[in-house]
């Protein structure tokens, strides 16, 4: 049996669209990222900000119409799934509804997976970095991995879940912070085949390039999340963007010291960082897999984080659905060179609206990178007529 040629765009998908408890403490009474949408403002003549959902639809994902109009939207528009993010804290779960409103509700006939964004909370948004908020912890013991993957496997035997070679797809974001992370992996294949299942494809989100490599050995693939690993990788040839050598030097220290220096460049920049756009689109559309693993390629039609940083943010100021086209068109056509288990492409996201990274129809492009989508992955596969909005 062939390997299927169609290209599956997959959607990173924010859960942090309803109220929950946690956050009500942390932020105040019925706090959403809505709320910092709402109150982002232009830092600079014709900057597109705030970011308004069209027709105003600052919706609710704790609502099951929320879910169905997000499907139902994707599905239309040549999406393939969407990989939810999963926030789990050594048992506590939080931001968990509309992934349980999924498994709940086999009509929301949309493939899926889970990406284990793995990282403590702090609050980074008002600049006050070392303020934690729910610590990460990733204790290596069997009974705290056999309690994480007691729930997991509800998503992985859902008839829904994203696979390759039979396999329920698992992300995990931050591979490096887990303590014997190639045991724990090896531990859940192992209860997965017992489950009844063919084993498990676990993929590494990948940002930038890893200090070490030891903690990847477990992993079938890797993902490039972009545009950060096109923005911060040095290995990329004939590379316009700035401060590359210094990105080589800096992928090979300590991930410890890495994030120190994260932290401090983010204290210290109190000022807007531009990204040329078709720069690092340039970048991405170039063929540059892993050693070892499986390489998805990334995508993104945009990103202003704003809504989040104000003055600090990182900004690409020219995105618009027309740049994005002819760039995500060169993506799609070289895919057929990438010899990939699977045409999966990764996109950097489906409703990330505090980041300025998102599909979901907005006042100033309407459905129009949606439409870009679907004329590149419908039209372009099937030769049908993609559908139009008024």
Not at 126 to 143: G, R
Not at 239 to 254: G, V
Not at 267 to 284: A, G, S, T
């Amino acid at each position: 049996m062939g390997v299927d040629k169609k290209i599956k765009l997959i959607a990173m998908y924010f859960p942090q669209l309803h109220a929950i408890p946690e956050n009500d403490g942390w932020w105040g009474a019925g706090f959403t990222d809505w709320v910092n949408v709402r109150k982002a403002r232009p830092q600079f003549e014709g900057h597109n900000q705030p970011r308004i959902p069209l027709d105003n639809h600052y919706y609710d994902q704790s609502q099951m119409e929320t879910l169905r109009w997000q499907v139902d939207l994707a599905k239309s528009h040549g999406v393939y799934g969407f990989c939810h993010y999963h926030y789990w804290f050594d048992g506590k779960q939080l931001l968990e509804t509309p992934t349980n409103l999924m498994l709940q509700n086999k009509e929301l006939d949309l493939p899926f997976c889970l990406s284990w964004a793995n990282e403590t909370w702090s609050r980074r948004w008002d600049a006050s970095d070392y303020h934690v908020l729910i610590k990460q912890t990733h204790p290596a013991e069997k009974s705290r991995w056999k309690l994480h993957f007691d729930y997991l496997l509800k998503a992985w035997s859902d008839d829904r879940a994203i696979k390759v070679d039979g396999k329920p797809v698992f992300v995990i974001y931050r591979p490096q912070h887990i303590s014997h992370i190639d045991d724990m992996l090896d531990y859940w294949r192992e209860l997965a085949v017992g489950a009844g299942l063919n084993g498990l494809y676990f993929l590494v989100q990948k940002n930038w390039e890893f200090p070490r490599r030891d903690y990847l050995k477990g992993f079938d693939a890797i993902f490039q999340f972009q545009p950060f690993e096109a923005m911060y990788s040095p290995f990329f040839e004939n590379s316009p963007i700035k401060h590359r050598q210094l990105a080589k030097l800096f992928h090979l220290l300590p991930e410890s010291v890495q994030s120190l220096g994260r932290a401090v460049y983010a204290k210290l920049n109190q000022r807007l960082e531009h990204w040329d756009y078709d720069e690092v689109w340039n970048q991405m559309i170039q063929i540059h897999n892993d050693p070892e693993l499986t390489t998805y390629p990334g995508v993104f039609v945009d990103w202003d984080n704003t809504a989040r940083y104000g003055n600090r943010a990182r900004v690409f100021k020219d995105a618009s659905p027309e740049r994005f086209e002819p760039w995500f068109a060169r993506l799609v056509d070289s895919m057929e060179k990438r010899n990939l288990p699977e045409n999966f492409m990764f996109l950097n996201a489906w409703n990330e609206w505090a980041e300025g990274a998102y599909l979901e129809p907005d006042e100033k492009n309407g459905y129009g990178y949606l439409q870009a989508i679907e004329r590149q992955l419908v039209q372009k596969q099937t030769g049908t007529e993609p559908i139009i909005e008024r």
